[in-house]
T-cell receptor, first 115, second 119 residues
Framework: SAVISQKPSRDICQRGTSLTIQCQVD?????MFWYRQQPGQSLTLIAT?????????ESGFVIDKFPISRPNLTFSTLTVSNMSPEDSSIYLC????????????FGPGTRLTVL | AQKITQTQPGMFVQEKEAVTLDCTYD???????LFWYKQPSSGEMIFLIY??????QNATEGRYSLNFQKARKSANLVISASQLGDSAMYFC????????????????FGKGTKLSVKP
């Protein structure tokens, strides 16, 4: 399985500030996915990050609020901008083992609390 | 329309017994994949098992098996010989091909089932 790390593992932030979450994979992958899990809820896809192109955002998520970078095939960042308490969630990155995406692995997640 | 339905918000099972977690799905695609994940209280998502829509055999991984009934659009997870460490949230998920014919690989998740294993 792919080894995926995320930084930070958790953070407590003030309203109106921004936080950048890093996702590092131990092998090269074409696509990386960013998900949000609000308290007590299931996972929702924020965007798909493909190296060398703009991220593709799902309905309800916009680039100004969740800018994503994908500078190479092993790394991506997600920024949560101008945070409000409603952004308090676990943010997870995910990759497929190969191009079939038949095995998909998640990073350990970033637990964000916005005060 | 909800694409993944998990009707059991919570389940209890006695240690060493088997338990079935239900999952039904809705798709018009012929090619799709079904996944189960375990999420303990730590929050990490642990990949358990995968079933492809064209796979004729039910997937198995150790104590986990997926009871795939394509005509009924169900993909239930069976955990045999439950252990205390199995207590967690379990999510069923589906990967669809996108409208333009290529699979983006992203997953659609159900709401989850909280499994509690009793000693």
């Amino acid at each position: 399985s792919a080894v995926i790390s995320q930084k930070p593992s958790r953070d407590i932030c003030q309203r109106g500030t921004s936080l950048t979450i890093q996702c590092q994979v131990d092998s090269q992958v074409t696509m990386m996915f960013w998900y949000r899990q609000q308290p007590g809820q299931s996972l929702t896809l924020i965007a798909t990050a493909n190296q060398g192109s703009e991220a593709t955002y799902e309905s309800g998520f916009v680039i100004d609020k969740f800018p994503i970078s994908r500078p190479n095939l092993t790394f991506s960042t997600l920024t949560v901008s101008n945070m409000s308490p409603e952004d308090s969630s676990i943010y997870l990155c995910s990759v497929g083992r190969d191009s079939s995406y038949n095995e998909q692995f998640f990073g350990p997640g970033t637990r964000l609390t916005v005060l | 329309a909800q694409k993944i339905t998990q009707t059991q918000p919570g389940m209890f099972v006695q240690e060493k017994e088997a338990v079935t977690l239900d999952c039904t799905y809705d798709t018009s695609d012929q090619s799709y994949g079904l996944f189960w994940y375990k999420q303990p209280s730590s929050g990490e998502m642990i990949f358990l098992i995968y079933q492809g829509s064209y796979d004729e055999q039910n997937a198995t991984e150790g104590r986990y098996s997926l009871n795939f009934q394509k005509a009924r659009k169900s993909a239930n997870l069976v955990i045999s010989a439950s252990q205390l460490g199995d207590s967690a949230m379990y999510f069923c998920a589906m990967r669809e091909a996108r409208a333009w014919g290529g699979s983006q690989g992203n997953l659609i998740f159900g709401k989850g089932t909280k499994l509690s294993v009793k000693p």
